[in-house]
């Protein structure tokens, strides 16, 4: 185990402001990797967590906190938060849609036992309001019961077949033939959550830097050395010209947690074997809300699960909003730098209402055209794609790579929010055995 070395002095946004000489000419073809790098200005740290969303905030967490760790965690946006972590569902899951002895699976049942008592503890806003999920066929039936049986694999309790009739008795607006039952399910506020955390890990000699991208790395030896640079100068990047470093970092330990760019960042790891990172998918999906009315339902309401996602789905605020998503809509990733500046098309169209519609009326029928209104998007990184099979969390430390000190995080979609916790103290386990 290394241990800690104290040596983040400065946040690395003030180490940018005392570069000697930011206006450096780009370095020559001819240059080797090794000189060309020797002009840069280096700082050693502790734990590199590259990523500032709930799971990169809950490594740094569990890292400072519980393993009392010194961490810098780096994000190219203004702020934590910023990606998939804040364009979700805020549902706190229960375990049921993933196969047993997955990642996902464990993950999320352990995750969601840590998140009910970190919420508790810390009195973050959340309530366990449960969930019905629905067949609204009998060709669905089957499919309803294999979750069922699945969720009980993976050791989720409570789980409950009801009938159509029963179900309506406790959401009269719905309509189902028969719906399974899931008590542990649940809604938390995401921000209050993420900002819980950071104020936690920044007491435990945490350092958040934003507007602080990572563009890259090399190795040294059996050192890693991160490239970094500010947000504004890769955001005027020409794209033609070699994407040059304001600063290396030498961290003992690295943890790619960037969620959407993190297979993009790890490309750009000179040394790290090609062959294991995974290809990226994008799936981008809208919430539209509904408007001018009492909210219908008192529970999270689920459709059988579709190809890419859970369906189009009933999600509560704790305000008691209704909010009606995710949709799947497969989209073409974008090149590896506005990846990592989270360049993508939020965007809600209104006309994507009328694929909504028909979707929510097979178990609500009761709603009125022009209730819709758009609400808000986020896209999840997915390890496969359109007709494909759904892949699980891909956790790589140094028994896939072979490199000491290095984890990435790829693929860390829903269940991502429920299992970060469990998600940081797999990767705590991983780093400091």
């Avoid at 979700?88 to 899951?93: A, D, L, P, T």
């Avoid at 309509?175 to 890990?201: F, N, R, T, Y």
């Avoid at 297979?263 to 809208?286: D, E, F, N, V």
């Avoid at 916790?421 to 780093?431: G, P, Q, R, S, Y």
């Amino acid at each position: 185990m290394v241990k800690p070395t104290n040596t983040i002095t400065k946040t690395v946004l003030q180490k940018f402001k005392n570069i000697s000489n930011p206006s450096r000419t780009p370095f020559s073809s001819s240059s080797s990797i090794l000189e060309r790098y020797k002009s840069i200005p280096k700082e050693k740290v502790d734990c590199l967590v590259i990523g500032a969303g709930i799971v990169g905030i809950a490594v740094a967490k569990e890292l400072s906190v519980n393993h009392g760790r010194e961490v810098l965690v780096v994000d190219s946006a203004p702020i934590f938060g910023t990606g998939t972590s804040s364009r979700n569902s805020e549902v706190i899951h229960a375990g049921i849609y993933y196969p047993p002895n997955s990642l996902k699976a464990s993950f999320c049942v352990r995750g969601k036992e840590l998140l009910y008592k970190y919420c508790k503890d810390h009195e973050i806003p959340h309530k366990q309001i449960g969930k019905l999920i629905v067949a609204t066929g009998f060709s669905e039936v089957p499919k309803l019961s294999a979750l069922m049986t699945q969720g009980i694999q993976n050791g989720v309790e409570g789980l409950r077949m009801m009938e159509g009739y029963e179900a309506t008795t406790v959401e009269p607006e719905l309509q189902c033939v028969k719906a399974l039952w899931s008590p542990s399910s649940g809604i938390v506020d995401s921000h209050s959550l993420m900002l819980s955390l950071v104020g936690e890990a920044e007491t435990h000699r945490t350092t958040f830097s934003y507007n602080t991208a990572v563009i890259g790395g090399h190795f040294e030896g059996n050192q890693i050395q991160i490239h970094v640079s500010g947000s504004n100068a890769i955001a005027d990047w020409n794209g033609r010209s070699e994407l040059d470093s304001e600063l290396i970092l030498i961290p003992n330990l690295v943890v790619n947690s960037a969620g959407l760019s993190a297979p993009a960042i790890a490309k750009r790891m000179k040394g790290l074997p090609a062959g294991i990172i995974p290809a990226s998918q994008y799936a981008r999906g809208c919430y539209f809300t509904l408007s001018n009315t009492k909210s219908p339902f008192k529970h999270l309401i689920y459709p059988i699960p579709e190809v890419g996602g859970l369906g189009v789905h009933v999600t509560l605020d704790l305000n008691g909003q209704v909010k009606f998503g995710p949709d799947v809509e497969w989209i073409k990733g974008t090149d590896d730098i506005p990846s990592f500046l989270n360049m993508f098309d939020y965007s809600v169209h209104e006309d994507r209402a009328k694929q909504f519609y028909p979707a929510i009326r097979k178990y609500y029928p009761g709603l009125k055209d022009g209730s819709l209104e758009p609400g808000y998007a986020g896209i999840r990184p997915k390890l496969s794609g359109p007709e494909e099979a759904p892949t699980d969390f891909v956790v790589q430390g140094e028994d896939i790579h072979g490199i000491s000190g290095l984890v990435n995080l790829f693929g860390i979609e829903s269940p991502g929010l429920t299992s970060s916790m469990a998600i940081a103290e797999h990767v705590a386990a991983k780093l400091l055995k």
